[in-house]
């Protein structure tokens, strides 16, 4: 495999990303104030989102770099994007593809920073993952730092408990967080795989009816959602721990009863969809099938009928009846085309409050061409990599996941 040429790659320290602040939005591009935006400034120029050659372009650069570049693309991508990719999936399916490509040399991702990691995780060294524009993070991801996490494994060891505690952590987050979970017996779940993550690491710790217990981060609701309705445990018996309170905020007695510590974060998309927006759809459509994707609280997922990951809801439209109705509470783009590919098929979105995930929005396409053509140019940019040591106990943590049964979504 031939070495990228040109000029060196900027490369994301992970060290830096996992302490960092939630970034200002502000508009992308050359206009934009470089030293609030990580990742904004694109060498060269940045196409202009009215050039009306751009569709035009990105086919011609997609053509010049053939195998030697795989793009793929997150559900939650824009139609744009999307029509570049030569495959679309969830998080889970995605690492997989990735995983699933040594032979070439440019895996473009098109999706948020810490599925670009776990991609750059997965295949070899020689290949390069690029993220078109670097500041396309995710805020649930931010919500939990390698330090605090480290914090809370101090507290769990203080109290006695670390020993009969597995962590595992949701796909969103942080190399340096995969890593911890790595190190500490842990693993990796998706929201394809959760229960199936989570059985696997309670059988670690003791069995589910033995004494022992999972740290699950970052995502609370996923988390909740996955024990209590796949798993059978209550609402009892999980505790929120957070991060930004002393020993989490948790009386030590509370955390040693627990059988789910769940770390307080959540998705700032799904995290807006109420039950009261499924019952005004039932009380307007009655017989319409409601389903959601488990970031949702849990209120929301007890109050649909159907919950699972991104994937699982493409195929269950796939599947359904022609002429049935249904109302989906996941990310509005996904929503859109879900719409547009069944017109066979009533779809609505479940709450007109809830807007796009802004940080997914922000690969579009004049982003992929620039990152598209400087490729074909023989410019590596935008390399998302993650350093030797990190990559090595993240990949234990994903090789755990990858190992486990297929996915499982729970309807
Ligand atoms: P999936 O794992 O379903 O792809 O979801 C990823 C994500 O970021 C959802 O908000
Ligand atoms: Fe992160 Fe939520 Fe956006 Fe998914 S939808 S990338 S969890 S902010």
Known sequence: MTAPVGLPAPVVPVAARSSVVPDSLLLLGRSGDLASERGVECP??????????????ARRARARLGDRAFVLGHHYQRDEVIEHADVTGDSFKLAKDAAARPEAEFIVFCGV??????ADILTSPDQAVVLP???AGCSMADMAAIGQVEDAWQVLEGAGLAETTVPVTYMNSSAAIKAFTGRHGGTVCT?????????????QSGGLDGGGRVLFLPDQHLGRNTAVLALGLSLDDCVVYDPWKPGGGVD?????????????????VHGRFTADAVE?????????????HPECRHDVV????LVGSTEFIVQALERAEPGSEWVIGTELNLVKRLAGMHPDKKVH????DVCYCSTMNRIDLPHLVWALESLADGRLVNRVQVDDETAHFARVALDRMLALPGPTSKD
């Open 349 to 352: 979105f479940l709450d007109r």
């Open 252 to 268: 030590p007695q509370r955390l040693a009863g627990a059988r789910m510590v769940l770390w307080r974060g959540h998705c700032s």
């Open 133 to 135: 524009d670097l500041s």
């Open 191 to 203: 929201s394809s795989n959760a229960e199936t993550a989570l059985r696997w690491a309670f059988e």
């Open 280 to 292: 005004g759809y039932r009380r307007k459509i009655p017989g319409v099938t409601v389903v959601v």
């Open 113 to 118: 920073h810490f599925m670009a990691e776990s």
């Open 44 to 57: 060269g120029d940045l196409p202009r989102l009215s050039d009306p050659d751009l569709v035009a372009r």
């Open 302 to 305: 007890t109050a649909a009928d």
